[in-house]
């Protein structure tokens, strides 16, 4: 049974920093890629940044130069660390392996709520 608790979200002002974290279990974490999802009120839930085993990342454009995602193999976390946030940004924020299928499939945790304010 996969696990995925994401944390670490909360509400900042436009130009500040948030650090989440999303801690795996039932999965061989060392082997997958991850990512970070998010999903805006009445948008579809997008990939915003992947990381593979071998720590090579990739980022949706939105988000270049802003945010950076790194693992911990040894603590099965992954890890997304957001600077520079803007308002739109704001949105519940998932974990999950790359090409995850959407919910209602797959396994998915509770996400975490980063609000963004002006």
């Known amino acids: 049974q996969v696990q995925l608790v994401e944390s670490g979200g909360g509400l900042v002002q436009a130009g500040g920093s948030l650090r989440l974290s999303c801690a795996a279990s039932g999965i061989i974490f060392s082997i997958n890629a991850m990512g970070w999802y998010r999903q805006a009120p009445g948008k579809q839930r997008e990939v915003v940044a992947t990381?593979?085993?071998?720590?090579?990342?990739n980022y949706v454009d939105s988000v270049k130069g802003r945010f950076t995602i790194s693992r911990d193999n040894t603590k099965n976390t992954v890890y997304l660390q957001m600077n520079s946030l803007k308002p739109e940004d704001t949105a519940v924020y998932y974990c999950?392996?790359?090409?995850?299928?959407?919910?209602?499939?797959?396994?998915w945790g509770q996400g975490t709520q980063v609000t963004v304010s002006s």
């Open positions: 990381i593979t085993r071998g720590a090579i990342t």
């Open positions: 999950n392996v790359p090409g995850a299928p959407m919910p209602p499939f797959g396994s």
